[in-house]
């Protein structure tokens, strides 16, 4: 291992999901072709998995508030039980 110091970003930042956004799901054309796909039949799937890809990010969004969340409560945890170890 080298000197140098890893960079970390803070704890209390959250990210947006990366990648396809649902929106990008749901406007996706493709192009037509004589004996090809139902475009119909498409645009729903690709709704489902939009909405599914909606639900998803938002949990995980939801997901990485909390673990933010209870980072924080036990770094001051932490931060109390080593003040009250110090003055014993």
Excluded at 2 to 9: C, K, L, M, Q, S
Aim: with cysteine; glycine share 4%; aromatic share 6%.
């Amino acid at each position: 291992m080298t000197g140098r110091r890893e960079r970390r970003r803070p704890a209390d930042v959250v990210r947006p999901p990366r990648g396809l956004r649902p929106w990008q799901i749901r406007d996706r054309c493709f192009n037509v072709r004589r004996r090809g796909l139902d475009p119909a039949e498409i645009r729903a799937f690709l709704h489902q998995v939009a909405d599914e890809l909606a639900v998803a990010q938002t949990a995980l969004v939801a997901v990485q508030e909390e673990n933010v969340r209870i980072k924080n409560v036990l770094r001051a945890w932490q931060s109390a039980q080593s003040t009250n170890h110090l003055y014993r």
